[in-house]
């Protein structure tokens, strides 16, 4: 079946392997600076944007502080319109659910909606261990899911894939799994949309049980809400007779009301459109109109822990647009998947952390640190998500966690400096020994005929050692002759 | 009004024509400038590098250094970020009271050099030349966690002789990151090579920006290719006076 983000290296070294990949940078930056103009084009639009967030962001705190009242008003409304609800503390249990709903059908397959929880909880690997098939209906994913990868991309997942690599996936897989693709395709846009369509259409025309998410969870009328651009989700949501929905317990809004901004915000956010083309809404069951029997999986999943984090917990206002990956120079660079997790980019790397907790393992404590803090995605986030505030806060969370093991270098090079910065006179003692080095490196440089300079600094080639990691691939300047103190001390404040 | 110079530590050991700039432009301007010489280091790097306990001396010196002054100023947009936005965080976490009273005294009266010349000088022209062609980056801490917004251009536009050259994709982060340069090396000079390249495209002879680290970052990546274009700080093309060939001292 499909891989896992299991066994992933720390960030760093990811990132350096897909730094390297030629293609993926190509692919990333023309597809980042397309969707960042049409959103930049669409939020322009909005008089109110600003008040819009903090409206949005109010809405989601005030849920988020009385998370339990909106979640049993969300259960009961539920129930009263025929839906079974079903509560999991873990990924495991929501799996779980799904497979037991299957197995009561009789049915080894499912078609899914594009979803960020189910692919949290790696529901497709627990029903594949079972013998059931779920097959993934959004276009991107298909072409993921086809291409055994792994998603790069909150929003479209396949970002990382050009269209002549999508033709290539296509032809070569999906006779194996289903209808083939057409002996003439090309790489023409509309050639493998249709492909697609034919490929999928069969299975949602065969399959018993769908699988989604939602984008929101109303609990004054028990209505979950699915946003979507292809129809593929519209198709799994009505079709099947049986539908299961894994929803994180993040995702409850009051009323209506409160929908109405969100839906403002998330397509001029996410696909950078005025409106998506497809929202689906349902409260329970209708009978005589679409799935007779509907199921509701709430999902906590570490969000319990997160909520508990107090600078961290605006975390769970996200409503998953994707705006934060499209703007990151990070993320814009090493593609999704050096973020091991199918929450990449700035969300990602402090979703994770957040999710899972820090000081376990290495991988997910090198997340905070995947961000130069530009604060880029601050400003795109449309709930005021601020994620350079709480990337600095895991930062101190990850070095707490390890305070009590022997210091390692970076931190034993933090104590000496700040014992160093403790005192004007200590900083002034140090400057002098760092010029007394400048003035042998300078020696050296002569000697050695590496000597250059600009504009009368003389540079350092490189360094070995730790100082490599700045030095391999820039330049530094000799510490000069005299630090600014010395000379304001020297010339009374450059009066002599 | 007493008006202390916050050099920050990168331009005390690495960049001291910068801290001299400032006296310099200030000088001409009759303004008054003190160095506490007990300044150190505003504790970024440590705070943003997750060591809140090791910051905590840092922001007690940066008190005992600035307390009493009506206006810290800084040529660093980063500097007074931190100064302004995390120097509370830090003295939160120390559980000192009085830190963290002294702290919000002093934090809103730090300012960046050019939010000094244009909001509380409510100067655009320091009088400066320098017939030299010149883009200018705006540092993210500056542009986003300050909002700065345009003073800098507007500060560079009436430099005599200064032709300035509009930066593309001028907004996004040059990559620098503090310790991000070193912990994420490969992504800190991937990101180093797209802005030296958007920098060489405007064909200008100097790259500007209000913040020395960000300089170090694309400066060493601009030598290291012999670009041939060189970096300044704001305040060294502010304090500049002379005609072609003068500057530039990185």
Redesign the interface.
């Known amino acids: 079946m499909s891989r896992t983000f299991l066994g992933m290296p720390p960030?760093?070294a990811a990132?350096?392997e897909a730094?390297a990949d030629p293609q993926l940078r190509s692919n990333l930056a023309h597809a980042t600076t397309t969707i960042r103009a049409k959103r930049a084009a669409v939020v322009a639009e909005v008089d109110d944007w600003e008040s819009l967030r903090l409206r949005a962001a109010a809405i989601k705190d005030d849920v988020l502080l009385h998370l339990d009242e909106h979640l049993l008003r969300l259960e009961e409304s539920l129930t009263a319109r025929g839906a079974v609800v079903h509560w999991a503390r873990t990924a495991e249990e929501a799996s779980a659910v799904v497979a037991e709903v299957a197995r009561a059908h009789g049915v080894d397959e499912v078609v899914k909606v594009k979803s960020m929880a189910t692919q949290e909880v790696e529901l497709n690997e627990h029903l594949a261990a079972q013998g059931i098939s779920a097959w993934e209906t959004d276009l991107a994913e298909l072409i993921v899911q086809l291409g055994d990868d792994l998603p790069s991309h909150i929003l479209v997942p396949a970002i990382h894939r050009n269209r002549a690599e999508i033709r290539a996936i296509f032809e070569r897989e999906m006779g194996r799994v289903g209808r083939p693709a057409p002996d003439d395709l090309t790489d023409d846009p509309a050639r493998l949309a249709e492909a697609a369509r034919l490929h999928l259409r069969e299975k949602f025309l065969r399959a018993k049980v769908g699988v989604s998410g939602a984008n929101f969870a109303v609990a004054d009328s028990g209505t979950l809400v699915v946003v979507e651009s292809e129809g593929n989700g519209r198709m799994c949501l009505t079709l099947p007779e049986v539908l299961v929905s894994v929803v994180g317990i993040e995702k409850v809004v009051p009323s209506w009301t409160d929908l109405d901004v969100f839906l403002t915000l998330l397509p001029r956010s996410s696909t950078g459109e005025r409106m998506n083309p497809y929202t689906s809404t349902w409260s329970g069951v209708t009978p005589g109109d679409g799935p007779q029997e509907v199921h509701v999986v709430l999902l906590d999943n570490g969000r319990s822990r997160a909520l508990a984090d107090e600078v961290g917990r605006q975390a769970l206002r996200c409503i998953r647009c994707s705006a934060c990956l499209n703007v990151c120079?990070?993320y814009e660079?090493?593609g999704g998947h050096a973020y091991g997790s199918v929450y990449p980019g700035p969300i990602g790397a402090i979703l994770n952390p957040l999710l899972k907790g820090v000081g376990h393992d290495e991988q997910t404590d090198s997340l905070?640190?995947?961000?130069?803090?530009?604060?880029?995605c601050?400003?795109a986030c449309p709930v005021r998500i601020d994620i350079p505030s709480v990337l600095?806060d895991l930062?101190?969370?990850?070095?707490?966690a390890h305070r009590s093991g022997v210091p390692g270098p970076?931190?034993l090079a933090?104590?000496a400096?700040?014992a160093?910065?403790?005192?004007?006179r200590r900083?002034a003692a140090?400057?002098r020994a760092?010029a007394l080095a400048g003035r042998a490196i300078d020696a050296v440089a002569r000697i050695t005929h590496r000597d250059?300079r600009?504009?009368?600094?003389r540079?350092i080639g490189r360094l070995p050692g730790?100082g490599a990691?700045?030095t391999?691939?820039?330049?530094?300047?000799t510490?000069?002759e005299?630090?600014?103190?010395a000379?304001?001390?020297r010339t009374d404040?450059?009066a002599r | 009004m007493r008006v202390a110079l916050m050099v920050t530590c990168i331009n005390d050991a690495m960049f001291p024509d910068v801290g001299k700039a400032v006296v310099t432009v200030f000088r001409r301007l009759g303004v008054d400038v003190d160095f506490p010489a007990d300044q150190t280091c505003c504790g970024q790097p440590m705070v943003n590098t997750g060591y809140l306990d090791e910051a905590v001396p840092l922001v007690r010196t940066f008190v005992r250094a600035f307390e009493g002054y009506d206006a810290v100023v800084t040529p660093s947009g980063s500097c007074a970020g931190s100064a302004r936005h995390q120097h509370a965080i830090v003295a939160g976490r120390s559980g000192d009271a009085g830190l963290a009273t002294a702290v919000a005294e002093i934090s809103p009266r730090v300012h960046e050099l050019s939010e000094f010349l244009v909001d509380v000088l409510g100067v655009e022209d320091v009088g400066a030349s320098f017939p030299h062609s010149v883009t200018y980056h705006p540092t993210c801490h500056s542009l986003r966690m300050l909002g700065v917004g345009d003073r800098p251009e507007r500060l560079l536009r009436a430099v005599r002789g200064l032709r300035l050259i509009e930066l593309p994709r001028a907004e996004e982060c040059c990559g620098f990151g503090g310790t991000f340069a070193m912990k994420n090396a490969d992504t800190s000079v991937a990101m180093g090579a797209d802005k030296a390249r958007h920098v060489r495209e405007t064909g200008a002879e100097v790259l500007v920006a209000g913040d020395s680290s960000c300089l170090m970052h694309v400066g060493g990546l601009l030598t290291r290719q012999r670009a041939g274009v060189r970096v300044m700080h704001l305040a060294e093309v502010l304090a500049s006076t002379g005609g072609a060939g003068t500057g530039g001292r990185r």
Do not use: H, I, N
């Not at chain 1, 905070?368 to 880029?376: E, I, V």
């Not at chain 1, 391999?472 to 300047?477: C, E, I, K, M, V």
């Open positions: 960030f760093p990132a350096r730094l120079p990070v660079r090493t905070p640190y995947a961000s130069t803090l530009c604060g880029a601050f400003e600095v930062r101190a969370q990850v070095v707490d970076e931190a933090m104590r400096a700040a160093t910065f403790g005192s004007g900083l140090a400057e760092s250059r600009v504009g009368g600094r540079l730790p990691g700045w391999d691939a820039r330049d530094l300047p510490p000069p005299e630090s600014f103190r000379w304001w001390k404040g450059g």
